[in-house]
């Protein structure tokens, strides 16, 4: 487990702000009597805080096992939609999406879910609406990228949430990605949709709880 390089700027400033909060608390406060506890208190809540703040930019280091019959999960987070829907940017016709929210809680960094080439990107400015409401495909800001190899293709849209505002991505156009690798970022709560096609054999259901890089969403023969 380390840190992701998008924390770097969050992190410092958190760490100044709440440096500048707790010697105020200290200096304004009393350290006697009633005092003491609410300086205690304060101090535990800047403490736990900071600890949150470094726990979102986590990023965990482990292998991933590479299979071009899987489709792997692009995101930590709980699957909210498993359904057939039209698809109109960029294939224009009917896909499995799987679409899975990401609490602040979850690891918010993305990864490829097959190896191939991007060969479509493009992003979006939109709303912020909350990331599981169904309009948030659509409307949210949001970036699109659609990956293809010889056994498959599909669509891959991160989507801002109502306090998510920034999303990173890392890849460029005609360029050969791997399985498991980075794709990017969304800081804070979001969401990400993945457009499967119609004989991709779906392995999750709704609710389930996925991993980026290792839980298989879908197979492909």
């Known amino acids: 487990m380390r840190l992701h390089k998008e924390g770097n700027g969050v992190i410092l400033v958190f760490f100044i702000i709440l440096t500048i909060l707790v010697s105020l608390f200290h200096y304004f406060i009393p350290f006697q009597d009633f005092g003491q506890i609410v300086l205690i208190i304060l101090d535990s809540s800047a403490l736990i805080l900071w600890g949150m703040v470094i726990y979102f930019f986590r990023y965990p280091v482990f292998d991933v096992v590479k299979n ?40 918010h960094m993305n990864r490829y879910p097959i190896s191939g080439k991007l060969s479509y990107h493009k992003y979006h400015k939109g709303k912020f609406l909350v990331a599981w409401n169904p309009k948030s495909s659509t409307d949210n800001e949001r970036n699109t990228l659609v990956f293809e190899n010889d056994k498959t293709n599909l669509l891959v849209r991160q989507i801002a949430g109502a306090v998510a505002r920034r999303i990173r991505w890392y890849g460029k156009d005609n360029e050969i990605v791997e399985q498991g690798e980075q794709l990017g970022f969304i800081k804070f709560g979001s969401r990400l949709d993945l457009l499967l096609p119609l004989d991709a054999k779906v392995n999750i259901q709704l609710d389930e709880v996925v991993y980026a890089g290792k839980t298989v969403i879908a197979t492909i023969d």
């Open 68 to 107: 071009d019959k899987h489709i792997l999960s692009p995101a930590d987070g709980t699957v909210v939609v498993v359904e057939k829907t039209m698809e109109t940017e960029y294939f224009n016709e009917k896909r499995i999406q799987v679409s899975i929210f990401m609490s602040p809680l979850n690891t």
